[in-house]
């Protein structure tokens, strides 16, 4: 039996002609890329555990040429891999077959910013953090921060709902996504890039491409609300004895630091040891079974220091926290923050590495992980648990030296059933992309299943957007 996160057979869609590559040159002449040692980064997803066999890689500038495109694929019943910044981690952005790689890293221009209301538009491909660099100038700052900041791109984001590491403070993108423009299956383009902080105005399109996967359309302008700049910004790092004790420091900082917060993350032990392993990267602090990452982003330095303050010794006072360290300073700061931001390129050292991305009651979070360990025993190299404690999500990833089918039929369906049992999620912040299209009946009825079928049929009647991802097999 395959398993349920293997590749579906290949659908009859059309395979690319020598015809249909002199269509694509014209549109995207110097932009239709066909040789393999070109394709190959594309093919491959960032995790390595992905790989597809696409032949052209199409690279536009313009709405315009996405909207060109797509419409020939749709008449000729060519399937199409939208792909941002390729640094998903579901397997949704590369291809599994031969779809035709459609990359936004050339759209990536900023296009209005308005500095009375922090709203920014801006062109799908635009790189997270050059968006970051672009705004800091400005004194904003974009609305979410990822460890991929580097090479993922606002497209991508949208596409993926991506969570990341400030979403306790500003939310969703779901909130703070203003409008998109997007070019649907046929070639259509869909404007609703509006600049507006309310707009009833019937239904909320826009809502049905964030976290679509590439499956609904193709995203090619985003309009973005964005905070100012803090002007004073601390980070403090804290190691806790228990589960228990880092709980109620997650209570005890948010009673004491209430609008000053922007950040709660942890890690555990064995990522601890992952890093310091595989990145020679020293705890800054003695060792502890639990490591947080506390940030303050505030207006006024000396009140948000003594803020930070009375909290430190409210917490030492109380027992919760056993060692920490603060930083103030922009380099302290971001060595800190490495030591939450890097876990995921440490585990890729480890081996093969399976990941689980779950959403629950927050008091709940590490139970999983433990469970897992006492489910596993030895089979496992290690299994770790790190994330968003003020999103109520963990990152439970499990590792072997190569790709082992015993250890999968260990892993699952045990964490899908653990997951459904307690009402979470498994999928936070990921999406299901290739890997979890089959279990999205872990945390969705069947019915809201169908009707993600009916809109997939509806604005994509041939299928041609992201072929075998997020939607499950028995739905197509
Ligand atoms: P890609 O990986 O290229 O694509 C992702 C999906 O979106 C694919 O299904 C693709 O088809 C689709 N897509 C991409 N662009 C478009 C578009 N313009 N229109 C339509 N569909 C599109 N994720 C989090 O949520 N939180 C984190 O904290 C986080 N941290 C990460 C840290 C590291 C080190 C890494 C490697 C990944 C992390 N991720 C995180 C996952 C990943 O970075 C995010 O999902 C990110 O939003 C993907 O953006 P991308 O541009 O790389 O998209
Ligand atoms: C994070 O929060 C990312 O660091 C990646 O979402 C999580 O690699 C993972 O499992
Ligand atoms: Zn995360």
């Known amino acids: 039996k395959p398993s349920p996160s293997a590749a579906p057979e290949r659908l009859p869609f059309s395979r690319v002609t020598l015809q249909d590559l002199d269509f694509f040159r014209k549109v995207l002449p110097g932009r239709t890329i066909t040789d393999p040692d070109l394709l190959e980064s594309s093919n491959v997803d960032w995790l390595k555990t992905v790989r597809g066999s696409s032949e052209v ?3 536009p500038q313009t709405t315009e040429e996405v909207s060109q495109i797509l419409s020939y694929c749709n008449s ?9 910044g390729n640094t998903g981690l579901v397997g949704g952005s590369v291809p599994v077959y031969d779809e035709i790689v459609l990359s936004t890293a050339l759209m990536n221009n900023v296009l209005t910013f308005d500095s009375i209301s922090g709203i920014l538009t801006c062109q799908a491909g635009c790189v997270l953090e050059n968006l970051s660099l672009y705004l800091e100038e400005r004194d904003f700052i974009m609305p979410l921060d990822l460890g991929s900041k580097g090479s993922c791109q606002i497209g991508g984001n949208v596409a993926t709902n991506a969570g990341g590491l400030r979403l306790l403070r500003y939310g969703s993108l779901r909130g703070t996504i203003l409008g998109l423009e997007v070019v649907l299956a046929d070639g259509r383009v869909l404007d609703c890039l509006t600049k507006l902080r309310k707009d009833n105005t019937g239904y909320d399109l826009k809502q049905l491409f964030i976290g679509s996967e590439g499956t609904l359309g193709v995203i090619t302008a985003v309009s973005v609300l964005c905070p100012r700049k803090p002007k004073s910004v601390n980070v403090v790092f804290l190691g806790c004895e228990t589960f228990e004790q880092l709980l109620q420091t997650f209570q005890l900082c948010r009673g004491m630091l209430g609008e000053i917060l922007s950040a709660f993350e942890f890690l555990d032990s064995e990522c601890m040891r992952l890093l310091n392993t595989h990145l020679k990267m020293s705890n800054p ?4 079974p639990f490591y947080v990452v506390i940030e303050t982003s505030g207006s006024d330095s000396t009140h948000d220091g003594e ?7 409210e917490a030492m006072n109380l027992s919760m926290v056993a060692d920490g360290t603060v930083a103030t300073e922009d380099s302290k700061i971001k060595a800190l923050w490495s030591m939450r931001e890097r876990v995921t390129e440490a585990l890729t050292h480890e081996g093969y590495t399976y990941k689980y991305d779950i959403s629950l009651p927050v008091e709940q979070i590490y139970q999983l992980v433990t469970d897992m360990r006492t489910h596993l025993g030895d089979q496992a190299k290690s299994v770790v648990g790190y994330g968003h404690v003020g999103d109520g999500n963990v990152h439970l990833n499990v590792t072997s030296p190569a790709k082992d089918p015993a250890l999968v039929a260990a892993i699952e369906p045990f964490v899908y059933e653990w997951t459904a049992k307690r009402q979470g999620s498994v999928s936070a912040e990921h999406g299901l992309g290739l890997k979890k299209r089959n279990y999205i009946y872990y945390s969705k009825p069947s019915q809201a299943v169908a009707l993600m079928g009916n809109i997939k049929a509806m604005l994509d009647p041939k299928g041609i957007l992201n072929p075998y991802k997020t939607l499950p097999d028995d739905l197509k």
């Open 57 to 59: 890689l199409l690279r």
């Open 76 to 84: 000729r019943n060519l399937a199409v891999n939208p792909q941002g």
């Open 285 to 288: 602090i003695s060792d502890c």
């Open 307 to 313: 803020k930070l303050q009375n909290f430190l010794e």
